[in-house]
């Protein structure tokens, strides 16, 4: 049997990040997580994920920055990052909008709440590629 | 003047009655006084209009009569009375300010004939003393009127600016220099655009001009001037319709604006907070029907169980967030009562004792030896103390401490909670009063809570002249103080 491909969750809310962990574990991945940015790349550096769930705000540091980090290195740029981001976040902050998504070096984005079967079948999509 | 009172002082009995009898048959009121001293008392007790006096008299002479007359009654005419022998001194009387007079031996006719020239001319004078006292009230009240626009307009508020048709100030209050941050000296004579700077306010004022309209307009700051201005511009017309000008007033709307922006941020801030929980309960109900076909019943277990106190959080941070807003607006009322402290402290650690017994951390209470009571609304106040203890129990870890204790001094007794927790860094703890403030990071993670817990508790406090005091060293413990007045003969 193949070993499992291996998931990185990012996200600050602990709820959020163990019910999409349910969700991408039903996909049969091996599901890995992080609580904010920094977490992110600590764990990246750790062990090299197969892709990467990232929400966008977050304390400390925040997706963008962790997803630019991330593309600007040669050993993880090749990592798929998908970026999560909650329409009531782009509403009061103007920081996070529709624009930034579009000019982010990242994969593919979502929006919150997630889709299961969606979410799996763009995990499976960018893994195949 | 038809009740013209006339006084006549003459020795002669005869000139008395003649003079009385022609007189009383116009129709005036006669007094006879046989000598000068007589016809004084007479002046001074009653009211006379002319007084008809023989010069040549024992005593108080006519002429002793008439500066008597000028000198205190200036208003009554005097006619003298003289024989032929003396026309001379008859006109020394009147240069001394007799109005006429008249000679010995005399008909009746001409005695009327003279006296009526004199109420003639007190008729005149009263209707000359009559028109001069309407002028000065007219003219007192176009003064007043006018002083009283004058220090109305002085003392608006608003800015006011007049222009002539031309767009040229012709008057403005002093408002206006200081809401429109004029610096131009002076402002009036000159086109309205070396004032004010801006050109869509010039443009305001030309188009009402040019249109003969209203013209209404809100300025941003960084326009006009540094504040947020509202300007309504109206065409001035004369009487006749014909369009002589403009005034233009300028409200300063930079509090209004400013409120509206604390509003707008305030129901971004909370559709926040409240979408925030939701999305995450949302994502766990997606996850549960995924979790509970695919996993073991575990996993859906543990979805269910948070999305309950998820959903319980985001209740109590509606309730938290009507209860500040009510504390806030002043609505609620106080029902303060002496209360025993140690009664009340008692009832929170029983409410706490569970929450701290979970996490097996010990809950002290230290008391002071004086046995003190304060004025408090009993459920407010609990809630409040209670928000701090269990802040003490959430934010310290399995095993810590929280110790309660009390100490009077200086009229007001201090209570403190003590913990052995996390404790708040020096950038946070600023901001842990601010409404929805929540120290964000590892150790907090799975913390909830709806950061409103400290506004109400300032709220309370402060409506209890009370203080709060916060002490703390991350990874070492916080410790809060509340102070209240003691209540007095408690």
Same mark, same amino acid.
């Given at each position: 049997?193949?070993?499992?491909?291996?998931?990185?969750?990012?996200?600050? /809310?602990?709820? !959020?990040?163990?019910?999409?962990?349910?969700?991408?574990?039903?996909?049969?991945?091996?599901?890995?997580?992080?609580?904010?940015?920094?977490?992110?790349?600590?764990?990246?550096?750790?062990?090299?994920?197969?892709?990467?769930?990232? /929400?966008?705000?977050?304390?400390?540091?925040?997706?963008?920055?962790?997803?630019?980090?991330?593309?600007?290195?040669?050993?993880?740029?090749?990592?798929?990052?998908?970026?999560?981001?909650?329409?009531?976040?782009?509403?009061?902050?103007?920081?996070?909008?529709?624009?930034?998504?579009?000019?982010?070096?990242?994969?593919?984005?979502?929006?919150?709440? #997630?889709?299961?079967?969606?979410?799996?079948?763009?995990?499976?999509?960018?893994?195949?590629? | 003047?038809?009740?013209?009172?006339?006084?006549?002082?003459?020795?002669?009995?005869?000139?008395?009655?003649?003079?009385?009898?022609?007189?009383?048959?116009?129709?005036?009121? @006669?007094?006879?006084?046989?000598?000068?001293?007589?016809?004084?008392?007479?002046?001074?007790?009653?009211?006379?209009?002319?007084?008809?006096?023989?010069?040549?008299?024992?005593?108080?002479?006519?002429?002793?009569?008439?500066?008597?007359?000028?000198?205190?009654?200036?208003? @009554?005419?005097?006619?003298?009375?003289?024989?032929?022998?003396?026309?001379?001194?008859?006109?020394? $009387?009147?240069?001394?300010?007799?109005?006429?007079?008249?000679?010995?031996?005399?008909?009746?006719?001409?005695?009327?004939?003279?006296?009526?020239?004199?109420?003639?001319?007190?008729?005149?004078?009263?209707?000359?003393?009559?028109?001069?006292?309407?002028?000065?009230?007219?003219?007192?009240?176009?003064?007043?009127?006018?002083?009283?626009?004058?220090?109305?307009?002085?003392?608006?508020?608003?800015?006011?600016?007049?222009?002539?048709?031309?767009?040229?100030?012709?008057?403005?209050?002093? $408002?206006?220099?200081?809401?429109?941050?004029?610096?131009?000296?002076?402002?009036?004579?000159?086109?309205?655009?070396?004032?004010?700077?801006?050109?869509?306010? #010039?443009?305001?004022?030309?188009?009402?001009?040019?249109?003969?309209?209203?013209?209404?307009?809100? !300025?941003?700051?960084?326009?006009?001037?540094?504040?947020?201005?509202?300007?309504?511009?109206?065409?001035?017309?004369?009487?006749?319709?014909?369009?002589?000008?403009? +005034?233009?007033?300028?409200?300063?709307?930079?509090?209004?604006?400013?409120?509206?922006?604390?509003?707008?941020?305030?129901?971004?801030?909370?559709?926040?907070?409240?979408?925030?929980?939701?999305?995450?309960?949302?994502?766990?109900?997606?996850?549960?029907?995924?979790?509970?076909?695919?996993?073991?019943?575990?996993?859906?277990?543990?979805?269910?169980?948070?999305?309950?106190?998820?959903?319980?959080?985001?209740?109590?941070?509606?309730?938290?967030?009507?209860?500040?807003?009510?504390?806030?607006?002043?609505?609620?009322?106080?029902?303060?009562?002496?209360?025993?402290?140690?009664?009340?402290?008692?009832?929170?650690?029983?409410?706490?004792?569970?929450?701290?017994?979970?996490?097996?951390?010990?809950?002290?209470? /230290?008391?002071?030896?004086?046995?003190?009571?304060?004025?408090?609304?009993?459920?407010?106040?609990?809630?409040?103390?209670?928000?701090?203890?269990?802040?003490?129990?959430?934010?310290?870890?399995?095993?810590?401490? #929280?110790?309660?204790?009390?100490?009077?001094?200086?009229?007001?007794?201090?209570?403190?909670?003590?913990?052995?927790?996390?404790?708040?860094?020096?950038?946070?703890?600023?901001?842990?009063?601010?409404? !929805?403030?929540?120290?964000?990071?590892?150790?907090?993670?799975?913390?909830?809570?709806?950061?409103?817990?400290?506004?109400?508790?300032?709220?309370?406090?402060?409506?209890?002249?009370?203080?709060?005091? +916060?002490?703390?060293?991350?990874?070492?413990?916080?410790?809060?103080?509340?102070?209240?007045?003691?209540?007095?003969? $408690?």
């Amino acid at each position: 049997m193949a070993e499992k491909k291996k998931i990185l969750l990012v996200d600050d /809310d602990p709820d !959020f990040v163990e019910a999409v962990k349910v969700i991408v574990e039903s996909g049969g991945y091996d599901v890995r997580v992080a609580y904010d940015g920094q977490e992110g790349l600590e764990a990246v550096a750790e062990e090299k994920p197969d892709l990467i769930v990232l /929400d966008v705000m977050m304390p400390v540091m925040n997706g963008h920055e962790a997803c630019e980090k991330l593309k600007g290195d040669p050993e993880t740029s090749g990592i798929p990052i998908i970026l999560l981001t909650a329409v009531a976040e782009r509403v009061t902050t103007s920081t996070y909008s529709h624009r930034d998504m579009l000019e982010s070096e990242a994969e593919d984005y979502m929006p919150k709440p #997630v889709e299961p079967v969606e979410l799996l079948e763009l995990i499976k999509s960018w893994l195949e590629k | 003047m038809d009740d013209a009172r006339i006084l006549i002082i003459d020795d002669e009995k005869v000139i008395r009655e003649g003079v009385s009898r022609a007189l009383s048959k116009m129709g005036y009121e @006669v007094v006879k006084a046989e000598d000068g001293d007589r016809g004084l008392e007479l002046l001074q007790e009653q009211p006379f209009n002319i007084v008809l006096t023989d010069l040549m008299m024992p005593g108080i002479d006519g002429f002793a009569v008439l500066d008597w007359i000028r000198e205190n009654q200036p208003h @009554v005419q005097v006619i003298v009375i003289t024989g032929f022998a003396t026309v001379s001194k008859a006109v020394t $009387a009147m240069k001394q300010g007799a109005f006429d007079f008249v000679g010995k031996p005399f008909t009746p006719d001409y005695i009327r004939v003279v006296v009526d020239r004199a109420i003639e001319k007190l008729t005149l004078q009263a209707e000359a003393e009559q028109l001069r006292k309407e002028k000065k009230i007219g003219l007192e009240a176009i003064d007043k009127s006018q002083s009283r626009l004058k220090t109305v307009f002085g003392c608006m508020a608003e800015a006011v600016l007049v222009t002539d048709t031309d767009s040229v100030v012709v008057h403005h209050n002093p $408002a206006a220099i200081k809401i429109l941050e004029i610096q131009t000296d002076p402002v009036i004579g000159k086109p309205l655009s070396a004032s004010i700077r801006d050109q869509a306010a #010039v443009e305001m004022v030309t188009e009402a001009i040019k249109k003969s309209i209203v013209v209404t307009r809100e !300025f941003v700051p960084g326009t006009i001037s540094r504040k947020y201005l509202r300007a309504h511009c109206s065409p001035v017309t004369s009487d006749q319709g014909l369009l002589i000008g403009s +005034v233009t007033t300028f409200e300063d709307i930079s509090a209004h604006k400013e409120i509206d922006r604390m509003k707008s941020d305030f129901v971004a801030m909370v559709a926040h907070e409240l979408k925030a929980p939701l999305a995450s309960i949302e994502q766990m109900i997606y996850a549960s029907q995924i979790g509970c076909e695919y996993e073991e019943m575990n996993s859906c277990n543990a979805l269910h169980k948070r999305m309950t106190v998820r959903t319980k959080d985001l209740l109590s941070l509606i309730d938290n967030l009507l209860n500040l807003s009510k504390l806030e607006s002043g609505t609620v009322v106080f029902n303060l009562e002496p209360v025993r402290g140690t009664e009340i402290i008692k009832d929170v650690i029983e409410i706490a004792s569970p929450q701290a017994e979970g996490k097996s951390i010990t809950m002290t209470y /230290d008391p002071c030896e004086t046995d003190w009571w304060f004025n408090i609304d009993y459920d407010h106040m609990r809630t409040a103390i209670m928000n701090i203890v269990s802040n003490g129990v959430k934010y310290t870890p399995e095993g810590g401490e #929280v110790t309660i204790s009390t100490a009077i001094s200086g009229g007001f007794v201090n209570l403190t909670v003590k913990d052995s927790g996390i404790g708040i860094s020096k950038e946070d703890l600023p901001h842990i009063f601010d409404r !929805f403030f929540r120290v964000k990071g590892k150790a907090t993670r799975h913390i909830t809570g709806s950061g409103l817990g400290l506004a109400l508790v300032k709220e309370v406090v402060e409506a209890h002249q009370g203080y709060i005091d +916060v002490e703390s060293s991350p990874e070492v413990g916080t410790s809060v103080t509340l102070s209240f007045p003691l209540a007095k003969n $408690a």
